[in-house]
């Protein structure tokens, strides 16, 4: 197995928490319910903030605010459910992932700026600061996988230079 990469059916929970007990423990969740957990968290998560969003193009400012930002904070708390939420803390901030952490939770409090201290042109603002979250949160969490930022950067590389020399769209004409 490569290094870096945690087999979750060959470690014990000690060896993978760190002699920290994971999130909820004193419930008795066995791995498996503990991963059902962080995809369910991801998922309620990711319709609040798409609900949030919907609200941001109605007009409900508080409720776009309120909602989008409860669906990230779920989504990052799901992560709890794996590997403890002591663990998280200490993990966000170490040296590879401090610049995407900041950059994570300074956008939550942008959303908030925008939404209660900003008041012309808001929904292009927003939409702005929603982007702006949407990929700090993805940059957050590909530093979680081995190689992932890198291997999204060579992807998205190549999807580039594709559509910039292939012109893909000429064609439909």
Known sequence: MPSGWVNLEAVTDAQLFDNEKPAFSFLGFSRTQRLYGFVGCTIIGFVLS????????????????????????????????????????????????????????????????????????????????????YLAYTWYSLSYIPYARYAFLHSSKNLYDFCITTEPWSNLW
């Open 50 to 133: 798409i609900l949030g969003s919907i609200l941001l193009f109605v007009g409900a400012l508080w409720s776009f605010a309120l909602l989008f930002t409860i669906g990230i904070i779920v989504s990052l708390a799901g992560t709890g459910f794996l590997i403890g939420f002591g663990k998280q803390v200490k993990m966000m901030f170490k040296p590879v992932r401090v610049v995407a952490a900041i950059l994570f939770l300074g956008s939550i409090g942008l959303v908030f700026v925008g939404a209660f201290v900003l008041k012309n042109d808001v929904g292009l603002t927003m939409s702005f600061f929603v982007i702006i979250e």
